[in-house]
């Protein structure tokens, strides 16, 4: 492990209020997006799509690094120039996507655990020769009314610092990402206590493995009423909640907190972001800012919906959207500027 290493790529990822663009889709869900556009569910459709991304000009004055998927990492322009160089001289920092999805949890009903472990070693080997400088596993737990039971919390906190070791010692920094998803009808309140109790789970099955918490980045969720209560959450009640879970479950040695967006709205990423940047980033010991996929992505994608003639529209779209999580980050975000990219 190159501790050294593992800090310099924490802190570039994290600093100068940028942010983190995650296009790591896989095949599937890819397509199935495109399909819902009417877009040509093919390679060479998805090929062109994360091209319009990377070239996009200006990304880099607000997005630091790229989480990739196994096959974007492997393509090229449609000059023939490989996206990893396109990457590093746009500035950026290329990530990978590695865990297999999730599976059916043995012994718990209706839960899941992320899989990927078997061949990692190896596989991060390659990714490191590739270029790759940091890593990331994605595991889920869904909050309901009787979960997520204790041992679904404890086996996907395990993956993830076996999965967060491995990385380390090939140099790759491990971004963690623990996310509760609240699909039901639980309130702010409960929401928290779960978040605090995967959060306090991870972090001490990262210690027992060993994980030099200077050199990973966590992606958690934000603290949120279920998806069908009736709450609306406001703003400040949001950042408030989700800052207290943070400060009582994440050690100050954390470089930096990227929040994942959920499937939420960009604009209400961006107020959210906001809020906690604006009122608690005095306080706060780790950097808060974002790791956005389709907050960023989605309004790009349905601009170009696969025509040529729209890529620079599309590009401009994904850029606005990516200044204005910048914006978030420093607590200078308003929804003003939310027009026309």
């Keep these: 492990m190159n501790s050294l290493q593992l800090a310099n790529t924490a802190s570039f990822l994290v600093g100068d209020d940028k942010g983190l663009l995650a296009m790591d889709e896989s095949t599937r869900t890819c397509d199935r997006r495109f399909a819902e556009l009417g877009i040509s ?3 060479e459709a998805r090929r062109e799509y994360r091209e319009l991304i990377l070239t996009a000009p200006g990304l880099a004055e607000s997005i630091s690094g790229v989480i990739l998927y196994d096959e974007t ?6 000059d ?5 160089e396109v990457i590093r001289k746009a500035g950026l920092l290329p990530g990978i996507k590695v865990d ?3 599976v059916e949890l043995a012994g718990h009903p209706g839960e899941k655990v992320t899989e990927g472990l078997d061949g990692l070693r190896e596989k991060l080997v390659e990714y490191a020769r590739l270029g790759a400088r940091f890593a990331k596993w994605r595991c889920i737990l869904v909050l309901n009314e009787d979960r997520p039971s204790h041992g679904a919390i404890l086996a996907n906190a395990h993956t993830l610092a076996r999965y967060a070791a491995l990385c380390q010692e090939v140099g790759i920094l491990p971004i963690v990402e623990p996310e509760v998803l609240m699909e039901g009808t639980n309130s702010l309140q409960q929401s928290a206590e779960v978040t605090e109790e995967v959060l306090l789970t991870v972090f001490q099955e990262l210690h027992v493995q060993g994980v030099d918490l200077e050199g990973m980045i966590l992606k958690p969720n934000m603290v949120l009423s279920g998806l069908t209560s009736q709450i609306k959450d406001s703003v400040d009640d949001v950042a408030s909640a ?11 040695a954390v470089p930096g907190i990227a929040f994942l967006s959920g499937g939420q709205l960009g604009e209400r990423d961006s107020e959210f972001l906001n809020a906690m940047n604006a009122k608690y980033r005095s306080i706060a010991p780790w950097a808060l800012t974002f790791s956005f996929g389709r907050a960023i992505q989605n309004p790009a994608l349905e601009i170009w919906g696969g025509k040529a003639a729209n890529v620079e529209a599309a590009q401009r779209a994904l850029v606005h959207r990516a200044a204005c999580d910048r914006a978030a980050r420093r607590g200078e975000y308003t929804t003003a500027m939310e027009g026309k990219p």
Excluded: D, E, M, N
């Design 41 to 43: 569910q093919s390679t």
């Design 73 to 78: 990492i492997r393509q090229t322009t449609k």
């Design 80 to 84: 023939g120039v490989p996206f990893l």
């Design 100 to 102: 297999a999805g999730t």
């Design 242 to 252: 989700t800052i207290k879970c943070l400060l009582r479950a994440v050690p100050a």
